[in-house]
């Protein structure tokens, strides 16, 4: 099971090292083996949240996303990415980036750095939303009750998530851009390119969530009609269109999980050029973490993880808005990406812990593992 499931994430750092080796020396080996625990540490949140949502997809679409979604995710984010944001930022051609990436690095990681502002504001505004939208529901299983019940009360206020999410970028942007005219003006335009990038950011969430989420309350209504009119069905041929919606269901959800993976990239791809300059380097790392990521979120699908240690998914939202709040404070001041990176391995560790407490105890007590059937301990919280 282990070997199937990362089986081709072994494959990746075997030949991502020895590409290394060979580019680089033992330096750049080294380079790229730090690179990968660095993706792997700081995108651990990323691989329980996908798991959340992959779940809820057949086992055609969870190979989709092993595959197609690998290649977008290596080769986009942790590839082109770098040279699109540099070639929008510089105004040059794509070309140009990857001759100016290979021939002066010092150059373009300083091209990276102008670009930050705009990268962090959309990431930062996408994460938050999805922080937020957590937050406010309200769930049966609640982790710390103490926070979750009246944020859940507060959740029942329509477009809650968005209003706040606007607010927190209104505040980013004008301090920006106080901070710009404390400074002589240096960076006039700052304010409106975070202001911009933030709105797109919150666009773009809604958008592909909000289709995400129209094509799976369709896909249940199908299924529901299914038992009820099967034969009928079949005669008018209906189940070909209960395929296809089934198919958008889960292409949107799979759009949803590409769009989710650029936004936690950002930080490990920024974070990146703390340890090389080099691209090549960089690639390797990146994409041999975003392997492990990949084959981690199928691992706790298949395995159940996220059905047995039921805090894990409130751990990684939580991770999840702590690393957009470190993504919009990274717009003025830097952050170590250690810290990033640390911030969201506690938070998951201590949902880790709490509900192996929590099976403890309810073991102890006979009662149910899965927060399928839990009803009063449901919120007890810790």
């Known amino acids: 099971m282990l070997l199937k499931t990362f089986g ?65 995710a290596v ?22 980036a ?21 990268i962090a504001a959309f990431g930062g505004m996408f994460l938050l939303m999805i922080f937020l939208d957590f937050i406010f529901e309200d769930r049966d299983v609640k982790w710390l009750a103490w926070l979750e019940r009246p944020l859940a009360k507060l959740g029942k206020v329509d477009m809650l998530s968005a ?72 005669k008018s041929g209906k189940p070909v269109t209960a395929v296809a919606m089934a198919g958008k269901a889960a292409f949107f959800m799979f759009l949803y999980l590409e769009v989710l993976d650029v936004s936690f990239s950002f930080d490990g791809v920024i974070g990146a050029f703390a340890i090389t300059n080099d691209i090549v380097l960089m690639a390797l790392g990146l994409g041999i ?33 702590a690393l957009a709040v470190i993504l919009l404070v990274t717009i003025q001041y830097e952050i170590h990406e250690v810290i990033t990176g640390l911030v969201g391995v506690v938070l998951i560790a201590g949902s880790f812990f709490s509900s192996v407490v929590r099976n403890r105890r309810l073991g102890a007590s006979g009662g149910e593992r899965t927060g399928s059937h839990e009803k009063a301990e449901v919120s007890s919280g810790v």
């Not at 030949?15 to 660095?38: E, K, N």
């Not at 080769?75 to 944001?85: A, E, S, T």
């Open 75 to 96: 080769f986009g984010m942790r590839l082109v990415f770098p040279v699109v944001i540099v070639a929008i930022s510089a105004k040059i051609g794509p070309i140009e």
């Open 289 to 321: 973490g975003a392997m492990y990521v990949r084959s981690l979120t199928v691992y706790l699908v298949r395995q159940g993880t996220l059905d047995d240690y039921v805090y894990l998914e409130h751990g990684a939202h939580y991770a999840i808005g």
């Open 8 to 72: 081709w994430s072994f494959a990746v750092t075997a030949l991502g090292l020895v590409a290394a080796l060979l580019y680089g020396g033992w330096t750049g080996f080294g380079i790229v083996a730090i690179l990968s625990i660095l993706e792997i540490s700081v995108s651990f949140d990323n691989a329980v949240v996908n798991a959340g949502i992959l779940k809820k997809m057949n086992a055609f679409w969870q190979k989709i996303f092993l595959t197609v979604g690998v290649l977008i």
């Open 98 to 118: 990857v001759d100016l990436a290979l021939s002066d690095k010092e150059m373009y990681e300083q091209l990276v750095t102008d670009a930050h502002p705009s």
């Open 163 to 234: 209003c706040i999410a606007l607010i927190v970028l209104v505040i980013a942007s004008m301090t920006v851009g106080a901070h710009a005219h404390q400074h002589g003006g240096v960076h006039v335009d700052k304010a409106q390119t975070v202001l911009v990038s933030g709105v797109l950011g919150l666009i773009t969430y809604m958008i592909v969530g909000g289709l995400s989420g129209y094509f799976e309350n369709k896909l249940e209504e199908e299924e529901e009609a299914e038992h009820e009119a099967e034969e009928e069905a079949k």
